[in-house]
């Protein structure tokens, strides 16, 4: 006759072997699999170091030569020779500044004022607000800074949409319709939070006058709120490497760097070559880059020209700023690939989108803690 402990040692037997088989599957299977992510995991190790390391390199060449972008590309300021005096308007090129904004009713009113204050001829310059502003109180701060330029003699137009058909990209896009930019030479993106010193296109322009094969010219970005918390010092630390590293690095050889969005001075005939803004991805500015640049542009970035701004200071802002500049170039990359590799370009733009820095961090640490975690 059966007993209890009968029982108990039949399902004991039974989880035994339902361990074994677990047991079993995890070396025949998973371990493989994990040893192989392990070793692709060395390998973009590697990867990430010579990257790292061939940037700093170019940097500090650049550095010890005194490559600036002034030395190596033609400069000449619109000034006249004793520096004190604009040069007649006529040899200013005429200039569209373009202002998105989007229920940013904090710092909007700042932005408008800054660009509004920007030494350059009056006829040569205007200035686009494109507010899809959905707020009343945003609309109206907006409406109100506008108006208060536009009786200082500024030429200053203020577009809204009825929708918000491809976000930023649309909204740029549409602004770039308008009869008055047809005239336009350069075009010059701001965001809502960003706040030009007066000089900025006296700095920034001539590089593409006087050089026809310079498409973009971007700024750097310095920040009024970096000591506001710990959070905001970190994104300082982060996005000076970017800029002094990476950015830096793209521009000593007028190779390929990303547009940041903002603060860029940009030709519109090599925009229009590009197919302009596209709405396809989340990371719009990176998507003109890539085509542009396939088309033979190149680009410059000027690290002694900063323009100020602000970084998220809440973590939900954060959150979405990170999420756009992290799951952004993979999904581009996705859409453009096959362009890439029909030009044949160098192999560091598909590194640039493939091995996003961020997501490759993620995936070393989960990929190591996951093969070594079962050892202890």
């Known amino acids: 006759m059966a007993t209890s402990s009968d029982g108990l040692f039949d399902a004991l037997s039974v989880l035994g072997v339902i361990g074994y088989v677990l047991e079993q599957t995890r070396f025949i299977f998973l371990v493989p699999i994990l040893k192989r992510m392990v070793n692709l995991c060395q390998v973009i190790s590697v990867l990430l170091f010579i990257d790292a390391a061939y940037m700093a390199i170019v940097v500090a060449i650049g550095k010890l030569l005194r490559r600036t972008p002034k030395k190596v590309l033609k400069w000449e300021s619109f000034k006249n020779d004793d520096d004190v005096e604009l040069a007649p308007s006529s040899n200013h090129p005429m200039v569209?500044?373009?202002?998105?904004?989007?229920?940013?009713?904090?710092?909007?009113?700042?932005?408008?004022?800054?660009?509004?204050?920007?030494?350059?001829?009056?006829?040569?310059?205007?200035?686009?607000?494109?507010?899809?502003?959905?707020?009343?109180?945003?609309?109206?701060?907006?409406?109100?800074?506008?108006?208060?330029?536009?009786?200082?003699?500024?030429?200053?137009?203020?577009?809204?949409?009825?929708?918000?058909?491809?976000?930023?990209?649309?909204?740029?896009?549409?602004?770039?319709?308008?009869?008055?930019?047809?005239?336009?030479?350069?075009?010059?993106?701001?965001?809502?939070?960003?706040?030009?010193?007066?000089?900025?296109?006296?700095?920034?322009?001539?590089?593409?006058?006087?050089?026809?094969?310079?498409?973009?010219?971007?700024?750097?970005?310095?920040?009024?709120?970096?000591?506001?918390?710990?959070?905001?010092?970190?994104?300082?630390?982060?996005?000076?490497?970017?800029?002094?590293?990476?950015?830096?690095?793209?521009?000593?050889i007028l190779g390929f760097f990303g547009f940041n969005g903002t603060a860029g001075v940009w030709r519109i005939k090599a925009l229009n070559e590009a197919e302009g803004w596209k709405e396809r991805t989340i990371v719009e500015d990176m998507d003109l880059a890539v085509r542009a640049y396939l088309r033979g542009s190149k680009f410059v970035y000027l690290d002694d020209v900063k323009v100020k701004n602000e970084l998220p200071s809440s973590f939900q802002a954060y959150r979405y700023q990170q999420h756009r500049w992290s799951c952004g170039p993979a999904n581009l990359f996705k859409k453009m690939a096959m362009e890439i590799i029909k030009h044949q370009l160098i192999l560091y733009i598909m590194w640039d989108f493939s091995m996003d820095k961020d997501l490759l961090s993620i995936f070393l640490v989960v990929t190591w803690f996951s093969s070594y975690v079962r050892r202890y």
């Not at 982060?238 to 793209?250: I, M, R, T, W």
Request: with cysteine.
């Open 96 to 252: 569209l500044i373009q202002i998105p904004i989007f229920n940013e009713k904090e710092v909007c009113q700042l932005s408008i004022g800054a660009v509004c204050k920007l030494s350059w001829p009056l006829d040569r310059m205007i200035v686009q607000v494109l507010d899809d502003s959905t707020e009343k109180e945003s609309q109206k701060l907006v409406r109100l800074e506008c108006k208060k330029w536009s009786s200082e003699g500024i030429d200053i137009k203020l577009e809204v949409r009825s929708g918000r058909d491809g976000y930023k990209a649309g909204a740029l896009t549409a602004g770039m319709k308008h009869s008055y930019a047809e005239g336009c030479d350069f075009v010059v993106i701001f965001d809502a939070d960003f706040q030009p010193e007066s000089d900025f296109l006296e700095r920034t322009v001539p590089f593409l006058v006087h050089n026809p094969e310079i498409a973009l010219v971007q700024a750097g970005w310095k920040y009024g709120n970096a000591d506001e918390c710990c959070m905001t010092r970190i994104q300082e630390m982060s996005l000076n490497y970017h800029f002094a590293v990476e950015q830096k690095s793209g521009s000593s």
